[in-house]
């Protein structure tokens, strides 16, 4: 078939084969007879048949008209989905969102943006990939991620970081513990104790963050042992096998085995950001930041009753 067939050909088609008379076709179209009768020649043109049969009273669809009616309807609603699956990619309604996270955010508001943003653009498939901040960058960095959600991530050039929730540090420790007992705890009173960590690789920045009480008590840490995400470490801590520092939030699910104090004489805070490549202006992506809380969020504190000794 000729290239030269266009969407237009097949819709000003379709109202004469279903009206069966020029007149009538060309009011619905909103356009001139004689433009719809030189337009429907112009087709019969292109396609090298003819399409009706014409005469002063009547007309008709040819053989090879009525082939075309079917299939002209086909085409043109194939093409008027695909044209509205287009504009909603274009305005980032559709496709995919690759996502990044730590663990340690699951309990706080940034993740769960992640069900507004669904419930919001249903057509977009959110696949959710979990692991270390400096994975995250790295994936976000290379363009196998999207975003990500991360913690006191290191800076990478090209990748644009804001901030979104920032909470305080607390002490974790077993709950038979002699210090368990106590309402508040500082970094000097800990520095002694073995520590269960998470391995420097998952942050430089976030190592140090999540060591700065120790480390402003003048005090080098004696990391026994490491884990790769908080539930391990609690876990361990509550084992016996040292005490921890870690993020507020990381402690919401904490097993009932530990015990969970504030720390005093330090300022030190962690902050939760999100983080995409700083070319990257899809509109997906803009949708997505759009439903995430900013800097200055608060998040409640859970009450996990293991704040006291039993």
Known sequence: MDSGVELRHLRYFLAVAE??????????????????????????????????????????????????????????????????????????????????????????????????????????????????????????????????????????????????????????????HPDADHATITGAELADNPLVFFPRAAGGLAHDKNLAPLLRAGRSPRIVQEGNTWTTILYLVAEGLGVTIAPRSATFTAPASVRILPLTETDAETTVYVANRIDDDRPIIRNFLALLPRAGATEPRADTGRNAAP
């Open 19 to 176: 009206e069966l008379h020029f007149g009538r076709a060309a009011a619905r179209l909103h356009i001139a007879q004689p433009a719809l009768t030189q337009q429907i020649q112009r087709l019969e043109t292109l396609l090298g048949s003819r399409l009706f049969d014409r005469t002063s009273r009547s007309v008709a669809l040819t053989e090879a008209g009525t082939v075309l009616r079917e299939r002209a309807s086909t085409i043109l609603g194939h093409a008027a989905r695909d044209l509205e699956e287009v504009t909603r990619i274009g305005q980032g309604s559709q496709g995919r969102l690759h996502l990044g996270f730590v663990p340690s955010v699951l309990p706080l508001e940034p993740l769960r943006g992640v069900r507004r943003f669904r419930e919001r653009y249903p057509l977009v498939r959110v696949e959710l990939v979990e692991g270390y901040s400096s994975r995250m960058m790295e994936q976000l960095s290379h363009g196998g991620l999207d975003t990500a959600i991360v913690r006191d991530p290191d800076e990478l050039p090209g990748i644009h970081i804001e901030p979104l929730i920032t909470e305080p540090f607390v002490a974790v420790l077993p709950a038979d």
